[in-house]
């Protein structure tokens, strides 16, 4: 059964900065892409990040509000199954429970959109005060 358990939220100052880890077990983890999504109070789930197979390329959506771009940094090792994403200048709106997810695709914008994405993780709340 595929697992995909996050770790590393917690609460921090605006400005601050967060390391989110997902590892994946029972999954051929270096053949598909990876995707980070949150879910802000009262609002709809959106895609944050997402990294290819290999790692060489990310995406980071236009649409995500607001944007992570410069802020945010998804990376993975494929030695230990495991994805990460780095949040750095964070604000108060950029709270919200996180996720990893992925399904069978290569490329970061096929984990962009969450119809794609087969397998998820529980979450790991982030919550920026100030």
């Known amino acids: 059964q595929v697992q995909l358990v996050e770790s590393g939220g917690g609460s921090v100052q605006a400005g601050g900065s967060l390391r989110l880890s997902c590892e994946v077990s029972q999954y051929d983890f270096n053949r598909y892409c990876m995707g980070w999504f949150r879910r802000g109070p009262g609002k709809e789930r959106e895609a944050v990040a997402s990294?290819?197979?290999?790692?060489?390329?990310?995406?980071?959506?236009?649409f995500t509000s607001p944007s992570v771009k410069g802020r945010f940094t998804i990376s993975r090792d494929n030695a230990k199954n495991s994805v990460y994403l780095q949040m750095n200048s964070l604000k108060p709106e950029d709270s919200g429970m996180y996720y990893c997810?992925?399904?069978?695709?290569?490329?970061?914008?096929?984990?962009?959109?969450?119809?794609?994405?087969?397998?998820w993780g529980q979450g790991t709340q982030v919550t920026v005060s100030g």
């Open positions: 990294i290819s197979f290999s790692g060489v390329t990310t995406y980071y959506p236009s």
């Open positions: 997810a992925t399904g069978p695709g290569a490329t970061p914008e096929f984990c962009a959109f969450e119809s794609n994405l087969k397998y």
